[in-house]
């Protein structure tokens, strides 16, 4: 439709322009939901506004540079749209058949009731179909990263850290370290024996099970994860710990 406006109307480029603004609302829409699907899952989903629009267009163009995905956009996104396309086509059929009344009074019911005889309401229920089933697409692949991001393998993509922190600051302690001392004056809001067996456990501490790794960081905070075997982990959401990010912390990537 927007194609047979733009030469009509003498102007070739129009399509180009309009199929332009679709791909780039579908490539936003893409790279926004994977990364909001992929750090909701680790409960830190409001990062996502502190990414830039650059970051997400990257993002949904290193989602369909993979195989997999371009296979998946097909179940999610081609074949419901297939779909809308092919019952469009039929009710205008059965609006167009006058003989039969009882294909043709319902058609024209739907028709009216919706709006399809205006282009653009067509148009729009089409865009609208695109972007909601290429969100469902994405936001299924950030939770398939998710579940594998956490798992403690050797070819986790995301870097195992260690977090150096200087105790010799008037700075409020972590609350959270490889030693269970100095645990007594914490002030806690939530589950402090929680806290406690964390700290009794060493538990943010690397070990045979738990490999900790970087998550995101920025000039105000650095997020850290537990990763673990499958076996032990088995989907469940890891423990995030958010660090404040100073000159007293150092980060050092193993």
């Not at 990257?58 to 092919?86: C, D, K, M, Q, Y």
């Not at 039929?90 to 739907?110: D, H, M, Q």
């Not at 490999?211 to 650095?222: E, G, K, M, S, V």
Request: hydrophobic share 50%; net charge positive; charged share 15%.
């Amino acid at each position: 439709m927007i194609r047979n406006q733009a030469l009509k109307q003498g102007n070739p480029f129009g399509a180009l322009i309009g199929v332009s603004s679709l791909i780039a609302a579908f490539l936003y829409v893409a790279g926004f939901t994977f990364r909001w699907s992929y750090f909701y899952n680790f409960g830190v989903q409001h990062l996502v506004f502190k990414l830039s629009l650059q970051s997400f267009l990257i993002t949904a163009i290193e989602l369909v540079r993979l195989p997999r995905n371009i296979l998946l956009s097909f179940v999610f996104i081609v074949v419901p749209f297939l779909a809308l396309n092919g019952s469009l086509r039929l009710v205008r059929w059965a609006a167009e058949s006058g003989a039969n009344k009882f294909y043709k009074t319902p058609a024209l019911a739907i028709i009216r009731l919706l709006g399809l005889e205006s282009p653009l309401v067509v148009d729009a229920l089409r865009a609208l179909v695109i972007l909601y089933c290429t969100f469902m697409w994405s936001s299924h692949i950030g939770y398939t990263a998710f579940q594998k991001d956490i798992v403690n393998t050797p070819d986790n993509p995301l870097p195992a850290v260690t977090v150096v922190l200087d105790r010799q600051t008037a700075e409020p302690e972590l609350g959270v370290a490889c030693w269970p001392e100095g645990t007594a004056n914490l002030e806690i809001i939530g589950n402090a024996r929680r806290i406690r067996n964390l700290q009794e456990a060493n538990f943010t501490c690397n070990s045979d099970t738990v490999t900790w790794r970087l998550l995101y960081r920025d000039d105000a905070c650095i997020y850290v994860f537990a990763s673990q075997p499958a076996q032990v982990i088995a989907g469940k959401r890891p423990l995030v710990i958010v660090i404040p990010a100073s000159s007293k912390t150092r980060l050092v990537i193993n």
